[in-house]
């Protein structure tokens, strides 16, 4: 997959299996905004949040921003709950 310069993806390679992990990158927030909180379920990510809640699936870095503590976008534990902020 290739990264824009200004991506917040970083990708790393496992040198034995050869897989590729995403994990994004952290950005500075000014200020807090009012969020409301989602369970994760199977099979949801940053990007099908973005699509059931902000209605534009691009939006992803929204709730990327409000949940630093989740490193890998694709795979976020069933029951892992995240805020998702209101627009």
Known sequence: MAKLSSSRYLSTF????NNEARTISQ????KSQPYITHTVQSN???SS???????NEKLYW????QNPQIRFPDLIPVGTIVRIPLA
């Not at 496992?14 to 299996?17: I, Q, Y």
Request: hydrophobic share 30%; aromatic share 14%; net charge negative.
């Open 44 to 46: 949801e990510s940053f």
């Open 62 to 65: 929204y709730i990327a921003d």
């Open 27 to 30: 950005r500075m927030t000014t």
């Open 14 to 17: 496992d040198n034995d299996s």
């Open 49 to 55: 949040l973005a699509g059931k809640y902000l209605n």
